[in-house]
């Protein structure tokens, strides 16, 4: 495939991920069973100030890319695409989606934002152009303070959920359960977007080497 289409094709699967990835929060908001870590804080954040959910999303994005620069992690275009897409996305939906009126819609669409979060995940991830901001800070913390990655994602979110909670985002049993669902649902489907013939991993693949020519074939007579 040509290196320039093969561009096209991964910049096309960032974006379909960004915008899936905004739409799956945004069932989550409107499901009311509980959200995610970081949109606990979003939702809280909203409660405080005149703006929409996705005007919040995008402006704490910025500002955590902030405490990147003491963690010298370097935003990538994906990184920054991440920022600007994935809030106006979910405004988008927000506005689409209504509430459900009963308990089994609300967690039938739930579940049906998990499993959209975890494709978009996969799905922008794997096209190779950087991670999201919250998931680069975590990333910063270990490799720039050296704590273990699970001691860092645990201590941020653990800190986003109670900031949220106070403030008044939707804590509930939907916040556990995103929590301990999500990385098991996103690992395998990362082998499958990592199968794509535009996909950088297949890029980085080094071309097989040529067959070793036989020193002596008059030896097999």
Do not use: K
């Amino acid at each position: 495939m040509p290196r320039s289409t093969a561009l096209t094709l991964r910049f096309l699967q960032l974006a379909v991920g960004l915008f899936l990835y905004g739409a799956s929060v945004a069932l989550q908001v409107r499901a009311v069973v509980g959200v995610s870590s970081w949109t606990v804080l979003t939702q809280g954040l909203e409660n405080v100030l005149p703006w929409s959910f996705g005007v919040v999303t995008v402006t704490s994005s910025f500002v955590i890319l902030l405490f990147w620069i003491p963690l010298r992690q370097r935003p990538r275009i994906g990184t920054l695409l991440n920022v600007l897409c994935v809030g106006p996305a979910a405004d988008l939906v927000l506005w689409l989606v209504p509430e459900p009126g009963d308990l089994l819609g609300r967690v039938l669409l739930f579940v049906a934002s998990l499993a959209l979060l975890a494709v978009a995940t996969a799905c922008y991830i794997g096209a190779g152009f950087g991670t999201g901001p919250r998931d680069g800070l975590m990333v910063g913390l270990h490799e720039r303070l050296g704590w273990p990655l699970w001691v860092a994602r645990t201590s941020v979110e653990v800190t986003v959920v109670v900031i949220g909670w106070l403030l008044g985002g939707d804590v509930g049993v939907g916040t556990v359960v995103a929590a301990f669902a999500i990385g098991p649902m996103v690992q395998p489907l990362m082998r499958h977007f990592r199968r794509f013939p535009w996909s950088p991993t297949r890029e980085a693949r080094p071309a097989p080497a040529p067959p070793v020519p036989d020193p002596a074939p008059s030896i097999r007579g």
